[in-house]
């Protein structure tokens, strides 16, 4: 229930406490006084957007403050499960600071703003006349189908079931998708892999063979050389290297016994005739060993080429990066196999998920099922009080082949007010004074099956007068003894049905239009009521009425 409502800095407000009580309070006022105002400032405390227009100061914030008596709501666990200290009596605060940042508290806690919207969902529900278009929408209809079975954990189980189905199916169609793309992309990597495997490179064979390529390219030449060096180092060719040599060292032979300097000469052109003899016969060696060999040598050629075309299609410089990325590719096809076993994993999730959701989809539309009929006769019956006596009322459900969600159910609310006239669809036929009957009718159903403390009615009185409005006031007087109900009227015939009444006013404070409130007690509001009927100069006879309407209350 509803304690207290302090607003400061909000719009024309400047600073304004209201404090309620259990029952019926009603809120009167002048066009344009400002109790529109103040339904925006108890929205912030409900978890509405916050804009800096709103701030009547520019330079200090903007406060909204609810007390609230949540004693025998069972709401300890959601205090518990969200980190908040527990007290029968809560603050709900909103903040708004000159920048326009918003900041929300419980019990002076910070919190977010989905877990202020969702405590303060549990403490009151406002209904506007902007809310007259609802029964128009099937999920709506649905929802009060629901509060009245009273299905919400179980509707609460099945959207999160269905979200984390959506989420499955979502990854599934994702790596459905990359699967379908790395099949593609597998065919080039398999290709890839076995191009470079039947390639059969190994490492340091680019090096060899170019190295092949050079001396093959150049095996005329080099054997014409070493040809003619063995030659000039040949014993069998008149004047050769060695035989010359040779000559030296006959000559120096005979000087070797005058003295060490000779005999070290003699050594040293000893051990030259040993190293070019040695030499020669390596000369001879390798001419013979070299091969004049065209089909070997295209050979090679086509080998450096197919090894330089895989570097360059594939954007590596030498052999070991080709290996490498033979490497990298075989991983990667073996992480799509893993891809694949994901994939029907995924399936298999999806099956259970779907499963699951579609057997609580179908538990909601049995529950539903099991309290239609009960739930029509009790709109009727709240339309027989409100002055529609021959107002009939069907609900028909209809299943819908995919799971949404509020289920798998399409909900119509046919109505008829006239006697002899078959319910058609209730948007289409119902008036703007009928419409307004039909949702408090409705708000009266489902708030009497929820353990909702506070319902706020924001004048859902358009359209209706006279008697039918005396009987709107009579239903939200028999709400107000088992919910705390507050309504804003322009009703006189609802406004004296309150056990409260408070009236907005404007006035001119220091040049400027502020937006204030007081209780009305007495003859005040005899006078407030009064001019209900009739502007601002009330008659005697208004006063009589309103006399009259009070004695009623």
């Known amino acids: 229930m509803l304690r207290a409502l302090q607003i400061e800095n909000y719009a024309l407000i400047r600073s304004l406490r209201m404090a309620f009580d259990r029952g019926l309070t009603v809120i009167t006022g002048e066009t344009g006084a400002g109790k529109s105002i103040l339904m925006g400032a108890l929205s912030l405390i409900l978890g509405s957007r916050a804009e800096t227009e709103v701030l009547h100061d520019k330079t200090r914030k903007c406060i909204v403050e609810g007390l609230f008596d949540i004693e025998g709501l069972d709401l300890r666990n959601f205090f518990e499960q969200n980190d908040l200290d527990y007290q029968p009596l809560t603050t709900l605060r909103r903040e708004i600071n000159e920048s326009g940042k918003s900041r929300a508290f419980i019990n002076d806690t910070p919190v977010t703003l989905v877990i202020l919207r969702t405590l303060a969902g549990k403490l009151i529900d406002i209904h506007s006349q902007h809310q007259n278009l609802l029964p128009r929408d099937s999920s709506f209809r649905l929802r009060v189908i629901d509060q009245y079975a009273q299905n919400g954990d179980l509707r609460i189980r099945y959207r999160q079931e269905l979200s984390q189905l959506r989420q499955l199916e979502q990854r599934h169609a994702e790596l459905k998708q990359k699967c379908t793309e790395d099949a593609l992309r597998q065919e080039f990597l398999q290709y890839t892999v076995?191009?470079?495997?039947?390639?059969?490179?190994?490492?340091?064979?680019?090096?060899?063979?170019e190295q092949q390529i050079r001396l093959l390219s150049h095996a005329e030449?080099?054997?014409?050389?070493?040809?003619?060096?063995?030659?000039?180092?040949?014993?069998?060719?008149?004047?050769?290297?060695?035989?010359?040599?040779?000559?030296?060292?006959?000559?120096?032979?005979?000087?070797?016994?005058?003295?060490?300097?000779?005999?070290?000469?003699?050594?040293?052109?000893?051990?030259?005739?040993?190293?070019?003899?040695?030499?020669?016969?390596?000369?001879?060696?390798?001419?013979?060993?070299?091969?004049?060999?065209?089909?070997?040598?295209?050979?090679?050629?086509?080998?450096?080429?197919?090894?330089?075309?895989?570097?360059?299609?594939?954007?590596?410089?030498?052999?070991?990066?080709?290996?490498?990325?033979?490497?990298?590719?075989?991983?990667?096809?073996?992480?799509?196999s893993n891809d694949k076993e994901q994939l029907q994993e995924l399936e298999k999730a999806c099956h259970a998920a779907r499963e699951e959701t579609l057997a609580l989809a179908q538990q909601l539309s049995k529950s539903r099922q099991q309290v239609i009929a009960k739930l029509q006769k009790e709109i009727e019956h709240h339309l027989r009080e409100l002055g529609m006596p021959d107002s009939r009322m069907e609900?028909?459900?209809?299943?819908?082949?995919?799971?949404?969600?509020?289920?798998?159910?399409?909900?119509?609310?046919?109505?008829?007010?006239?006697?002899?006239?078959?319910p058609a669809d209730l948007g289409k036929v119902a008036s703007g004074g009928e419409m307004s009957r039909i949702m408090l009718a409705l708000k009266s159903v489902i708030?009497?099956?929820?353990?909702?403390?506070?319902?706020?009615?924001?004048?859902?009185?358009?359209?209706?007068?006279?008697?039918?409005?005396?009987?709107?006031?009579?239903?939200?007087?028999?709400?107000?003894?088992?919910?705390?109900?507050?309504?804003?009227?322009?009703?006189?015939?609802?406004?004296?049905?309150?056990?409260?009444?408070?009236?907005?006013?404007?006035?001119?404070?220091?040049?400027?239009?502020?937006?204030?409130?007081?209780?009305?007690?007495?003859?005040e509001r005899v006078e407030a009521i009064a001019a209900m009927f009739g502007g601002a100069d009330a008659t005697e006879a208004a006063r009589a009425t309103a006399r009259e309407l009070l004695k009623k209350q």
């Open 221 to 336: 030449e080099i054997k014409f050389h070493l040809f003619a060096a063995a030659q000039q180092l040949s014993e069998q060719e008149e004047g050769n290297v060695l035989q010359q040599l040779k000559a030296v060292q006959a000559e120096c032979e005979s000087l070797r016994d005058l003295g060490p300097d000779f005999e070290e000469i003699r050594n040293r052109l000893h051990e030259a005739a040993v190293e070019l003899t040695d030499i020669a016969y390596e000369i001879a060696r390798k001419e013979s060993e070299v091969e004049v060999n065209p089909q070997e040598l295209d050979r090679l050629n086509e080998r450096i080429d197919l090894i330089y075309t895989l570097q360059h299609k594939y954007q590596v410089d030498n052999i070991p990066e080709l290996l490498a990325l033979a490497d990298r590719l075989r991983q990667e096809l073996s992480q799509q």
């Open 447 to 523: 708030t009497d099956s929820t353990v909702l403390p506070t319902v706020i009615f924001d004048e859902i009185d358009t359209g209706i007068s006279g008697e039918t409005a005396h009987k709107v006031g009579v239903a939200m007087q028999a709400l107000s003894q088992r919910h705390q109900v507050i309504a804003i009227t322009h009703l006189p015939q609802i406004a004296a049905r309150g056990n409260r009444h408070l009236l907005v006013f404007k006035e001119n404070r220091g040049g400027e239009a502020v937006t204030d409130l007081r209780p009305l007690e007495g003859e």
């Open 194 to 209: 076995e191009e470079l495997d039947n390639a059969q490179l190994q490492p340091g064979e680019q090096e060899l063979t």
């Open 395 to 422: 609900i028909v459900l209809e299943p819908v082949d995919e799971m949404q969600e509020s289920g798998m159910d399409r909900a119509t609310f046919l109505f008829t007010a006239n006697p002899g006239m078959e």
